[in-house]
């Protein structure tokens, strides 16, 4: 590791990807410092490893977030953390991290975790109606995978920016398409390609109308370009990120047709979404279109309303157009009105007759270069028109890539020789990667500053000027959403709009086969190599004929699908009348039963009401020996004067009476409860102590009666008899 470095150089994003809640919740202010501070503190936090010196510090960032910082950088950040007391190292000891401190960084990574698991959760509720055949998890996978691929480009796109020595190694011009199906095919298995395709494409396209995902789209794209701006010079960085220069922004084609409603829906939001904000901020940017920019404008409305005119389009065949993505912006947006209601080419075509006049409303004006340089713009030509030969889209017309080049030369010719782009003059805005790319290589090649920016590196340029505000952040993180760039007069389009005008020609072509035709990207394919009419026309017929063929396969394999389920359907009914009788006769066991069980109560109710009888008999025999008791005592009271002994004996028979009527009862009570029998009695778990106190209340209670001078201590001891009593019926 070279700690004579100056500059902080970018490793691997990768390993920084993996840990982004991390990353995310330390560079939000997008400086260098706070940036390398905050990756110390994560370190302390994370790491179980000691540190004790700047060196510690170096190998734990370099291993976990791919960034390889001079060691003098991070002495100088560990000695103001060290000044704001947010670390501290003991002599001779390790650096220590403060502790709240600590909380208030872990609340940090929570919240921005909570914001990913929130998007997750929600996007796998929706895969699981709309994509039951995919794994979640995979599917998430994948998607973080795009998501890693995206914002790697997008990150060191808009750094280099502002620093054009930022190494941008060929790798970057490989299109979204490409980085979308590369990373469907890393995870997913062949015959899954398509629908895994479309989910992500999806989650895509839902960023502008869903909150959350757009909140996390943007943090990602933020950190991304945090991340790879601090191989930026802190000066350099500095002073773009404080200060923008007067700039002239020439709109292209697709940016200027979103402006006018006739592209993409995505691209109509963005481009108006853009100039809202430069217009809301008096940013010092001068809107323009050069004049050649609006000859092309012209053409292409007449070309494609010169295609619309040649056919009448029902509302059917344009349901079915609208739904694709493989037509111009124009001939989409007069297919989605039409397939409402039956529109006139030219009522639709007539508000765009005067297009200047609206651009002109919003501060959007001609340029005008004056005399042109034709050998420039010449070599330009060749030069670009071979850039797209040798990528493959050698489809784009002369007028088109004429048209490019007379742009760019324009663009370069107002530039000055500012180290940045930002501070060069003009620039371009376009949604062409191809013309971006193709300006951004041969402008190194010359070393030369770039002219062409998208849309997405250009909202990140102008993120940290703009007030917080949801629409604009809306507006950003749709920019990543934004198909990629298809030429106008393509052979894609081409292709596209000449099999949908083939199609009209045909009488009741069902919606479904005109959808599926027109979706149908092999099928394009074929038909841009397709060199003559004729053998475009067979194509289109075969796939007609091919596509009807197995919409009628379709039709009789759903017929059998019905068959089949109106026989499990009688299966299930049979079934069901089998369990009902089933139950039926369970019903009438069961109310046998209920009469057996209603004859055993009745059974138990007589035998009840004979214990009761039983209970009377006992009590009157208690009364009638109580008044035998009574007449005794009565006896001796009258003999005690006159004979003390008898007195002695009559009290000895009221014990013993009292003890005889006692036992008497107790006899009674046991033989009831044993005979009977009182089975919650003799089977409580209890029965003992019960009894015993029963006993005893039963005893000591006619000796109560008997003995009257014992009666207050044989009522207490009946009292304990009741409370033993009452004791395990508690317990139980």
């Known amino acids: 590791m070279d700690t004579n470095n100056k500059t902080i150089s970018v490793i691997e994003f990768g390993s920084v990807f993996e840990k982004i809640c991390n990353f995310i919740a330390v560079s939000k202010t997008g400086d260098a410092k706070s940036t390398i501070k905050g990756l110390i503190l994560l370190s302390l936090s994370q790491e179980t490893v000691s540190f004790r010196k700047a060196e510690d510090f170096q190998a734990s960032i370099e291993k976990n977030y791919g960034l390889e910082i001079p060691r003098l950088q991070i002495e100088d950040a560990i000695g103001e953390l060290e000044s704001e007391g947010k670390v501290s190292c003991p002599s001779g000891t390790n650096y220590r991290l403060d502790k709240d401190v600590e909380r208030q960084l872990l609340a940090d990574i929570s919240h921005v975790s909570l914001l ?16 039951t055949n995919l794994d ?31 190494d941008t190694e060929p790798g970057l011009d490989v299109s979204l398409t490409t980085l979308l199906r590369k990373s469907v095919q890393e995870n997913f ?11 992500i494409t999806d989650f895509m396209a839902s960023v502008g109308i869903n909150k959350d995902r757009s909140k996390f789209i943007t943090q990602l794209a933020d950190a991304a370009f945090n991340f790879f701006t601090l191989e930026v010079p802190q000066e350099l960085a500095k002073t773009l990120r404080e200060q923008l220069s007067e700039l002239v922004l020439f709109l292209d084609t697709n940016f200027l047709f979103g402006i006018l409603d006739l592209h993409y829906n995505t691209q109509v939001e963005v481009s108006h979404d853009l100039i809202r904000a430069i217009t809301t901020n008096s940013f010092p940017f001068k809107l323009s279109f050069h004049e050649r920019t609006g000859r092309e404008m012209i053409n292409t409305i007449d070309h494609f309303g010169r295609t619309l005119r040649t056919r009448a389009w029902t509302r059917s065949l344009s349901r ?48 005008h270069p004056g005399e042109e340089p034709q050998q420039a713009h010449s070599d330009l030509y060749h030069e670009y028109r071979e850039y797209l030969d040798n990528r493959g889209r050698g489809d784009k017309s002369y007028e088109t890539v004429m048209h490019d080049a007379v742009l760019l030369e324009a663009a370069r010719r107002l530039r000055t020789d500012s180290t940045s782009s930002l501070k060069a003059g003009a620039l371009i805005i376009s949604c062409d990667y191809y013309l971006y790319r193709f300006d951004w290589e041969s402008s190194r090649r010359n070393r030369q500053r770039a002219c062409v920016l998208l849309p997405n590196i250009f909202w990140q340029i102008l993120r940290p000027f703009i007030s917080k505000d949801q629409d604009f952040e809306k507006a950003f993180a749709e920019t990543f959403a934004l198909p990629e760039f298809r030429i106008l007069g393509s052979g894609g389009t081409k292709a596209c709009s000449k099999m949908l005008s083939i199609l009209a020609t045909y009488k009741d072509v069902p919606e479904k086969t005109a959808i599926k035709l027109l979706s149908n990207d092999l099928l394009l394919d074929k038909l841009r190599a397709t060199n003559t009419d ?8 075969m796939a007609f004929v091919e596509e009807n063929r197995t919409l009628i396969e379709e039709k009789a394999a759903l017929a059998k699908q019905l068959e089949e389920e109106k026989s499990r359907r009688e299966r299930e009914t049979q079934a069901r009348e089998q369990q009902k009788e089933k139950f039926i006769e369970e019903q009438h066991i069961l109310g046998s039963r209920l009469d057996e069980i209603k004859g055993d109560l009745e059974v138990a109710m007589r035998a009840a009401a004979e214990h ?22 009565l006896e001796a009271n009258r003999l005690n004067s006159d004979i003390q002994g008898v007195q002695t004996v009559a009290q000895k028979m009221s014990i013993v009476a009292g003890f005889a009527l006692g036992a008497l009862l107790i006899f009674i009570f ?26 005893l209340m039963l005893l000591f209670m006619t000796l109560g009666i008997t003995v009257k001078p014992w009666r207050k201590w044989c009522y207490g001891v009946a009292c304990f008899g009741f409370f033993l009593t009452v004791l395990p019926l508690m317990g139980n």
């Open 116 to 131: 990913e698991g929130k998007v997750k959760s929600e996007w796998f509720e929706e895969l699981q109606i709309k994509a």
């Open 670 to 695: 046991e033989g009831l409860s044993h005979m009977v029998p009182w089975a919650w009695l003799v089977n409580h778990k209890n029965t003992l102590p019960l009894q015993i106190g029963i006993s």
């Open 320 to 367: 079915a157009a609208s739904m694709t993505r493989n037509l111009s912006g124009i001939e989409q947006k007069f297919h989605e009105k039409n397939m409402s209601n039956v529109i006139d080419v030219d009522e639709f075509l007539r508000p765009y007759e005067h297009f200047d006049e609206l651009l002109r409303e919003k501060n959007i004006h001609v340029y």
């Open 136 to 166: 979640l998890e995979t599917s998430w996978r994948a998607l973080k995978v795009y998501l890693s691929k995206t914002f790697r480009r997008h990150g060191i796109q808009a750094a280099a920016l502002l620093d054009p020595n930022i």
């Open 534 to 541: 004729e053998q475009f026309t067979e194509h289109v017929e």
């Open 189 to 199: 298995s062949k015959e899954n390609h398509q629908e895994a395709y479309r989910i």
């Open 612 to 633: 009761r009888v039983a209970a009377d008999e006992a009590a009157r025999r208690a009364q009638e020996a109580q008044r035998l008791a009574n007449e005794a005592a």
